[in-house]
């Protein structure tokens, strides 16, 4: 058996940088996580790659032999023969605690004498037989404890195995010995677990080597004026060399991980080569001589990223993540993660982003790649393709955005059915977005890129036309702007009906489908009526002998509900049965509660069925509908009574035989001790209101160009 300790690297390590190795270890001793239990046997340094755990390994390693505290140390080495497996890990050390505790060579070696077989036995038996057993007859003797490294845990092969190891460490140190166990490894998921199992919980202390500036910059400093002492070619260039800018950026490119580090003085410090010119490449992480610079570094980030199990969603995951401008879902791929806080996705080194992003250093990883970029793109659009998720996305603007940024070729044609599936409910979804006018300006980039893209369908052009057309309705004020896109849309009822509820009531966009209880399918059918076999299209001179009976139609919709709300409340008792009120409710942080909401709710009903009757014709229908609304209703809120009071009196004026008997019904309901009653009705206030509301309309379909047809006559 030969001992399996890397003595090579070991000796590397006695050199100038072995101080920082030294700063970090002795931090390791005060700084350990959480509180430290002094019966603990294991410690479990961790950090990611590169951070310098080998390098504080093999730096104790050193030290402990000298102090005569070395009982043993196994660095695991990924594909290496013995070194990349468990199978000699506990025999390895067995040996070495043999060679180098005296009270232990004779017991070990009887041990494997008696049973040679037991260097091929479990791992759980090697440790119990040819570790445990013989130090515990030791136990009580009053000597200082022999400690034991296990370097790379998660270079070993087998996730099952590193997990058999530490559950062996733990189950050999359950009786008292004098030996500690100091495990590194990266922190990945599975080793963590294990630490975080109640197994392991209050057993073991642990160590992030986390990232350090000051250690990085102390070492870049010292190696590279070892360099300017060696190469001949430096003697003509002034000190201090680097100037201290350039210093800085290299440390601050280093993220504080020596792996960096390291990687740029071997290349710099290459005699074939002038040291300036090869800083100046390290500089310049787009020159294509930064593909040789990097080179170990990049081996490491290939070697990590082809490891990784699900390689399909690698890209887009990549991509979305390390995007350089605005990610467009914010890093939040449906990665799972340990923090639930803090599930974004980062990169641990800022040359990361630089190897992902140069094609000669990642290759086919390469998030720059169009391919990868179109792949990115398909995933995010299938998932606005599905339910409106709030949780999960950052803005559709910046998918947009990536969308767009995306050169017009043939590749990208994969996408165009995929953007004619956006679900609805995230283009009119009101959150994040601030302004409409930005929204609009989206919308327009989608449109104006599919027209640059020769192969994109008519039908998806139309679509968002059609989205960008919705969104102008909502915000007239803006119609100068909004022209850039043409809207030729046929005039039908559903179409009128749409205007006249954003344009009088002014419902926003995004209310529609609940105020008109209608689907987004529904609404933009209205503007292409020919898609709907059911639907008219008006000549284009009729709108306004259609617009009294689409005000009607709505009127009577909208005293349905009202009615409904009415009767599914129980009367204004089970108000959580009105689901307005309750969404009302849940989005308005100023109300108080859920009667404020249904009494709002209820308020704003009666006084758009009030503004739509009093535009309606004389009808008996409608007249019928409104003598079915519960009086109780009506002055549940009371301006809402009053409201309809003047409104629908003023409309009854205009039949031919007018009888207000509704009215005096109406008003004989009115309660005695609202506070409604101590001020008098303004009728002038209802009238100009309602006016303004009219007016509105009316502008809305100036500013939209729409024929005046469409407008309300008074
Ligand atoms: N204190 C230091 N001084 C000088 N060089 C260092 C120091 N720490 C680490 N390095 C160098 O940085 C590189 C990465 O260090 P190391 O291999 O120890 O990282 P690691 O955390 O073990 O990484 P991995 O998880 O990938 O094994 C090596 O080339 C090492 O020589």
């Not at 980039?445 to 192969?455: A, D, G, Q, T």
């Amino acid at each position: 058996m030969d001992p399996e300790f890397d003595t090579d690297s070991e000796s590397d390590l006695q050199s100038d940088s072995e101080s920082d190795v030294m700063d970090s270890e002795s931090n390791m001793q005060s700084d350990c996580d959480g509180p430290a239990d002094p019966d603990t046997n294991i410690l479990w340094l961790y950090g990611p790659a590169g951070a310098g755990k080998s390098a504080i390994m093999q730096t104790l390693a050193s030290q402990l032999r000298d102090a005569g505290r070395l009982g043993g140390a196994f660095f695991f080495k990924c594909g290496h023969a013995t070194r990349g497996n468990a199978k000699t890990l506990f025999a390895t050390i067995a040996y070495q605690l043999a060679l180098a505790v005296p009270w232990l060579r004779t017991s070990i070696s009887r041990i494997v004498e008696n049973d040679p077989s037991i260097v091929v036995r479990s791992i759980a038996i090697q440790i119990q037989t040819l570790i445990s057993d013989p130090c515990r007859s030791h136990a009580n003797e009053n000597c200082d404890p022999i400690i034991i490294l296990i370097d790379g845990l998660d270079e070993c092969e087998g996730h099952e195995v590193q997990e058999e190891i530490l559950y062996a460490i733990h189950h050999s140190s359950k009786h008292p010995i004098p030996l500690r166990f100091i495990v590194a490894s990266r922190p990945e998921a599975h080793i963590r677990e294990v630490f975080e199992s109640p197994v392991y919980s209050g057993n073991y202390c642990s160590f992030n080597v986390e990232q350090s500036f000051d250690d990085v910059c102390k070492y870049l400093r010292d190696e590279f004026s070892r360099i300017h002492r060696e190469h001949r070619t430096m003697t003509n260039i002034s000190l201090p060399w680097p100037p201290p800018d350039v210093l800085e950026q290299l440390v601050e490119n280093s993220s504080g991980h020596f792996i960096y580090a390291s990687t740029i003085i071997k290349f710099i410090d290459d005699k074939n080569y002038r040291p300036t010119e090869r800083l100046a490449v390290v500089q310049d992480p787009n020159n294509s001589a930064s593909e040789s610079a990097f080179d170990t570094l990049d081996q490491l980030y290939m070697t990590i990223l082809s490891s990784a199990p699900r390689q399909s969603q690698l890209i887009p995951i990549l991509r979305n993540s390390v995007n350089t401008e605005e990610p467009p879902f914010c890093a939040r791929c449906d990665v799972p993660s340990e923090d639930k806080d803090n599930d974004e996705i980062f990169s641990h080194h800022a040359s990361f982003v630089d190897f992902l992003n140069n094609p000669d250093r990642s290759g086919s990883l390469c998030v720059g790649i169009l391919n990868n970029r179109i792949s990115l793109a398909r995933y995010l659009l299938q998932f606005v393709a599905g339910p409106l998720q709030r949780t999960n996305i950052y803005t559709l603007s910046n998918l947009i955005h990536f969308i767009v940024s995306l050169p017009p070729s043939g590749g990208v044609a994969e996408l165009f059915p995929l953007i004619g599936s956006v679900n609805t409910d995230y283009i009119f979804d009101p959150f994040p977005y601030t302004f409409y006018r930005e929204k609009y300006d989206d919308l327009a980039s989608v449109i104006s890129w599919l027209k640059k893209n020769p192969s994109a369908p008519a039908d998806v052009i139309q679509l968002w036309e059609d989205y960008a057309f919705m969104l102008s309705i909502n915000m007239p004020w803006f119609a100068e702007s909004t022209a850039s896109v043409k809207h030729n849309v046929s005039p039908s009822p559903e179409l009128l009906r749409t205007l006249v509820s954003m344009g009088l009531l002014r419902y926003q966009l995004w209310e529609l489908p609940t105020k008109l209880d209608l689907t987004w399918t529904d609404l933009m059918c209205s503007l292409r009526p020919q898609f709907n076999a059911d639907a008219r299209v008006l000549p284009v001179h009729q709108p306004q002998t259609a617009l009294p009976w689409v005000t009607r139609d709505l009127a009577l919709q909208l005293i349905r509900k009202m009615v409904k709300n009415h009767v599914d409340t129980n009367g204004g008792v089970n108000l959580s049965a009105c689901r307005e009120a309750v969404m009302l409710s849940n989005a308005e942080v100023f109300l108080h509660g859920i009667e404020s909401a249904y009494s709002i709710s209820q308020y704003w009903l009666g006084r758009d069925i009030s503004y739509l009757v009093r535009l309606s014709p004389p009808c008996p229908v409608l007249y019928r509908e409104l003598q079915s609304i519960p009086p109780s209703g009506i002055w549940l809120s009371e301006p809402s009574g009053y409201t309809l009071i003047h409104h629908v009196s003023k409309w009854l004026e205009s039949f031919p035989n007018s009888t207000m008997e509704l009215i005096t019904f109406w008003q004989q309901a009115m309660p005695e001790h609202g506070c409604y009653h101590t001020s008098t009705p303004n009728a002038d206030y209802e009238e100009s209101h309602w006016r303004d509301c009219v007016g509105y309309y009316n502008d809305t379909i100036v500013k939209l160009h729409l024929p005046d047809s469409f407008k309300f006559i008074l």
